[in-house]
T-cell receptor, first 114, second 117 residues
Framework: KQEVTQIPAALSVPEGENLVLNCSFT??????LQWFRQDPGKGLTSLLL?????REQTSGRLNASLDKSSGRSTLYIAASQPGDSATYLC?????????????FGKGTLLTVNP | DTGVSQDPRHKITKRGQNVTFRCDPI?????LYWYRQTLGQGPEFLTY????????KSRLLSDRFSAERPKGSFSTLEIQRTEQGDSAMYLC???????????????FGPGTRLTVL
């Protein structure tokens, strides 16, 4: 059974700081990995999708890396802003077997202080 | 197209009542998913449709829960005889079946917040 862990559970940083969010998964037989952002009481916004054959994806100030063999992904946020405050969720899509669902971590609650 | 939509956004009901939620996926997305999210947790998979066929159901989906997707378009999730433990955010997502470079990228709606009193 796939399990996804996100560290840290919460992070508070001053505005302008670069930061890294971590995600690990137990079953490396994944098809892809998605990073999402969730604002309080809202749905999920897809940030980045990394296919299993890729090592990283970039969008603006966000960079996500994937090391499939070690079961790890990181989300790097450059020059953080108060508007980046949200919960960031990592989810993996497994290949084979029950390959229809995303398995999520519990998320990292990020607070960027002005 | 403005993305996945869900209705209602909020629902408050008394224990024992039945509730029904609706999800409209992104046009031409033939895959549709339901997830449930409780406070402080990541979303958990409930069920999956490809077109009108329900292909997988989680063990979380007890016999009080039923989901349909007639004609492969919108979907409904019904909960009968609601219990306080059903209180959660119910999220719907859709994805295209085969889109180069974005296979199964899932796009989520705003969710329906259910409170069972």
């Amino acid at each position: 059974k796939q399990e996804v862990t996100q560290i840290p559970a919460a992070l508070s940083v001053p505005e302008g700081e670069n930061l890294v969010l971590n995600c690990s998964f137990t079953d490396s037989a994944i098809y892809n990995l998605q990073w999402f952002r969730q604002d309080p009481g809202k749905g999920l916004t897809s940030l980045l999708l990394i296919q299993s054959s890729q090592r990283e994806q970039t969008s603006g100030r966000l960079n996500a890396s994937l090391d499939k063999s070690s079961g790890r992904s990181t989300l790097y946020i450059a020059a953080s802003q108060p508007g980046d405050s949200a919960t960031y969720l990592c989810a993996v899509f497994n290949s084979g077997g029950s390959n229809y669902k995303l398995t999520f971590g519990k998320g990292t609650l990020l607070t960027v202080n002005p | 197209d403005t993305g996945v939509s869900q209705d209602p956004r909020h629902k408050i009901t008394k224990r024992g009542q039945n509730v029904t939620f609706r999800c409209d996926p992104i046009s031409e997305h033939n895959r549709l998913y339901w997830y449930r999210q409780t406070l402080g947790q990541g979303p958990e998979f409930l069920t999956y449709f490809q077109n009108e066929a329900q292909l997988e159901k989680s063990r979380l989906l007890s016999d009080r829960f039923s989901a349909e997707r007639p004609k492969g378009s919108f979907s409904t999730l019904e909960i009968q005889r609601t219990e306080q433990g059903d209180s959660a955010m119910y999220l719907c997502a859709s994805s295209p079946n085969n889109m180069a470079g974005h296979y199964n990228e899932q796009f989520f709606g705003p969710g329906t917040r259910l409170t069972v009193l």
